[in-house]
């Protein structure tokens, strides 16, 4: 099997069953975790939110957003949120799975949905919600050569932060917070190997920890 079909296959036994997905009537909203191979490598698609924005302006983020009442699904936000930030058509994108739900500081219940794109893909950024778009080889988040983590009152667990320098542009971005956390999940369930650095859940059981870190933080709502 080339790079892509071991990923999809490996991908498809962490897809969230419906039971996980069936939470409590909080906000919603979907991200897009886009994924692609260049030169035999797994990389994943980023942007730069828009220093404009009311929320995490100016912050590395995948491209999503919120449930919008015409949406059937987590999927259709996320490919409808892809389409309107870089220009992603929804059909350009092969959805592998989505992952569990996790709780952000906004109170936003956050379900990843994982695909790939193709490597052809040019951005068309909305400059209202978007100023750059970048890619990052995924198993950059297993790596301890640029990532810090510190505590963050109120937040269980640790929060990662990773320093990229993109090679092409040489421009610096800062990835940390949930985008960082998501990132590190995908790579850990992709590559079945643990990052250099701790992380706040159990590297043998991912989704059963994140599963539980979302219970738990519902239970204090």
């Given amino acids: 099997m080339d790079v892509k079909e071991k990923v999809i296959e490996r991908l498809n036994e962490f897809t969230a069953g419906k039971e996980a997905l069936l939470v409590p009537a909080l906000p919603k909203a979907s991200v897009l975790i886009p994924l692609f191979v260049k030169d035999g490598k797994l990389q994943v698609l980023m942007t730069l ?23 059937q699904d ?24 989505r992952l569990v739900p996790v709780l952000n500081q906004r109170g936003l219940l956050v379900t990843p949905v994982v695909g790939f794109i193709s490597e052809s893909f040019r951005a068309s950024p909305n400059p209202a919600e978007v100023s750059d778009v970048f890619s990052v080889p995924l198993e950059f988040f297993l790596k301890d050569t ?18 990229f320098s993109d090679p092409h542009t040489n421009k610096i971005y800062q990835i940390w917070g949930l985008t960082a956390a998501l990132a590190i999940l995908t ?11 701790e992380v706040g859940f159990d590297v043998d059981n991912p989704i059963v920890a994140f599963q539980r870190d979302l219970q738990h933080r519902l239970s204090k709502l």
């Fill in 49 to 71: 939110r828009s220093i404009e924005l009311k929320h995490n302006a100016g912050e590395v983020c995948f491209p999503g957003g919120k449930f919008d009442k015409n949406d």
């Fill in 146 to 163: 640029h990532q810090s983590s510190y505590s963050v009152p109120g937040i269980g667990g640790m929060v990662h932060s990773f320093i």
């Fill in 74 to 97: 987590e999927i259709d936000t996320a490919l409808r949120e892809a389409q309107e930030e870089i220009g992603l058509p929804p059909d350009g994108v092969e959805v592998i799975c």
């Fill in 187 to 197: 790579a850990v369930l992709v590559f079945e190997r643990k990052p250099e650095f």
